[in-house]
């Protein structure tokens, strides 16, 4: 073996130090760092790189690509996410909560696939008998897969030597060790050098490895942070366990755009793609109600309509909270910051409570506008109307800014059957767009003006 050699790796940012200290001089985070040895596996990739051999330099125009087409997975929604499909000798790490549905995507995937390719599902989590019991459920083609039970990653590097899969599923990275490491399984040393020794493997043979990995609470890869760093892609499947809807959501792609969403819905045949997902969080009641209105949102390529809620209540603390679920808790506390300066609306000895219905999380900054409204609408205890929908960029001095895709996302709200809509000045469509009554606003203080207006 190899010499190995001790460094401490931060959990958190994956810097390496020489030595231990309570804090990371990198990131700043405390208590993150952790003993690591690197042994060969890792001291062989740093000498090689992945793809395991000593290159020279070469013009970039002369590096030869052999045209590899990409793999579909089967499912329109994955490969949206994918960029169109999974890459031989790529390394696809996909993380989520305990229950997200990660296995039973994957499951799904690989039945399928194996019916025209070579592919192998190694799971260190559940029985085979598990999985076989929730395939044969799912009325999945089980025939062709091979599946392993294991955890050893030099076992399984062997019986990728000998069965030469095509595509591999790890379920979970976190479970697998290498004799060579010291620490336990899960721990950072152990899965980081797993993943090197698995990647590493992977484009030496040209196979697509897909790595299922935990998430901790905050929402981090648990542990080992510094996985990022070695993978292609990184995939989030979203969605509350207890919600119908779940999201996949790519947020590093070495292939293609990271914007993509894909929507799924878990169900008793295991999970079904959403299509057309346009209308899915829309679940309106029937009487209108005081801080609920519907914003489009745009993801990738898609609108998406959203009902954004909000709750404004007098506290009974002497610091009020601002809760914000699916949206940026930083951007609601600019948001009221930006309402009380520009619209006069004092909300500071108020508890302030906003959701987005469904489960969904929504980064995109059109949302601004629909959450104010919402928070206004609460604030006076007012109905906004049913029919209406809003989007729009707000900025620090009350301005409400355009955002990308104004026409698609009014023409999409007009086909779910809306008939007002309250956009940024320079959203608003030349020519009408039918059924459509549409104000496009420059200022903060134009929106308050118009939701007097509704009362
Ligand atoms: P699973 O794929 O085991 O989650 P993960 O591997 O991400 O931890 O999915 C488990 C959840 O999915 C479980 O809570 C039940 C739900 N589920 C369904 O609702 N329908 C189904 O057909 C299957 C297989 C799972
Ligand atoms: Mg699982």
Redesign the pocket.
Known sequence: MAKSKTVYVCTDCGSEHAKWQGQCSDCGEWNTLSRLSVDSTTAAVRKRGFAGEIQSAQRLSDVSMEDTPRLSTGMKEFDRVLGGGLVPGSAVLIS??????????LIQMMCRLAESNPALYVTGEESLAQIAM?AR??QLPIEQLNVMSQTNVDNIIATWDDMKPRLMVI?SIQVMYLDSVESAPGGVAQVRECAAALIQQAKKTNTVLLL?GHVTKEGNLAGPRVLEHMIDCFIM?EGD?DSRYRTLRGSKNRFGAVNELGIFA?????LLEVSNPSAIFLSRSEEPSPGSVVMVVWEGTRPLLVEAQALVDSSALGNPRRVAVGFEQNRLAMLLAVLHRHGGLQVGDQDVFVNAVGGIRVAETSSDLALLLAVISSFRNKPLPQDLVCFGEVGLSGEIRPVPNGQERLREAAKHGFTQAIVPKANAPKGPIEGMRITGIQKLSEALDLLSGFD
């Open positions: 989520g909560n305990p229950g997200a549905g990660k296995s039973t995507l929730r459920r799912l379920d299922v499947l366990n878990m169900t008793d045949k295991g």
